[in-house]
């Protein structure tokens, strides 16, 4: 069981990336998937998250209207496209998944049961 973050890079500002989050020995379908974010010397916080569904759709304030998650369940992918990057996006982003129905939350870590190891965004000119 495995999820696998992907897509990250060195963008300017303003530039955009697109994250992919694979998952491999468990289908995606049933699970809530959220994107996590971690700068240095800041706490993890959640981003955005979808519900297995998709009927449940969550993104932070700061990147309300740059940020898109998408899921495609036939390629057991959820992918988070971003626009309009800034500086202040830099971290190291993590994708999480669990088992839920029609919901998604990032308030509570620790509910989530499966973390990818982090894929590295620097917005930098």
């Known amino acids: 069981v495995q999820l696998q973050a992907s897509g990250g890079g060195l963008v300017q500002p303003g530039g955009s990336l697109r994250l992919s989050c694979a998952a491999s020995g468990f289908t995606l379908d049933d699970y809530a998937i959220g994107w996590f974010r971690q700068a240095p010397g800041k706490e993890r916080e959640g981003v955005s998250c979808t519900s297995s569904s998709a009927g449940r759709i969550y993104y932070e304030d700061s990147v309300k209207g740059r940020f898109t998650i998408s899921r495609d369940n036939a390629r057991n992918t959820v992918y988070l496209q971003m626009n309009s990057l800034k500086v202040e996006d830099t971290a190291v982003y993590y994708c999480?998944?669990?088992?839920?129905?029609?919901?998604?939350?990032?308030?509570?870590?620790?509910?989530?049961?499966?973390w990818g190891q982090g894929t590295q965004v620097t917005v930098s000119s």
């Open positions: 999480a998944a669990y088992y839920s129905g029609n919901e998604c939350h990032v308030d509570v870590p620790m509910d989530y049961d499966y």
